[in-house]
């Protein structure tokens, strides 16, 4: 299986960016086939018992974020995608999908993002081993 095309994503919160994992210390697992995320669409994912993630289609660049609004915790697979935004569907915090940064308040820090990769028509997303 070759690469068609590739995106590597990096964890940012604000305008710093945090350290990344190595990438011997990710585990990329398969959550999504590309088709089931239309470009402008969400999906909700949950690759492991403990992650939830949304998938982002911004322009055919595939994004993921944690469901979890830094905020109070709403869930942002609820939130309305607007380009390269994510507005969460509490309070209407805005969030950058590509860094997870901050984009409008009431949220004062980001939220987590994770690498992505795909391959093939299979949407990966590195998580932490
Ligand atoms: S929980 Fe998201 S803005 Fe308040």
């Known amino acids: 299986m070759g690469f068609s095309h590739l995106y590597l994503g990096w964890r940012r919160v604000n305008s710093f960016r945090t350290v990344h994992p190595l990438e011997a210390d990710l585990n990329y697992v398969t959550v999504a086939r590309l088709s089931e995320v239309p470009s402008g669409q969400t999906l909700w994912v949950k690759p492991t018992r403990h992650d939830r993630l949304v998938l982002c ?7 993921a974020i944690a469901d979890a609004c830094s905020h109070k915790g709403g869930m942002l697979r609820f939130g309305k995608l607007d380009g390269q935004q994510i507005v969460c569907p509490l309070h209407g915090a805005c969030f950058d999908v590509s860094t997870g940064a901050v984009v409008t308040p009431p949220a004062t820090v980001g939220i987590r993002t994770y690498p992505v990769r795909v391959l093939g028509d299979e949407i990966q997303v590195g998580l932490e081993e």
């Open 57 to 63: 289609n911004v322009g055919g660049a595939i994004y």
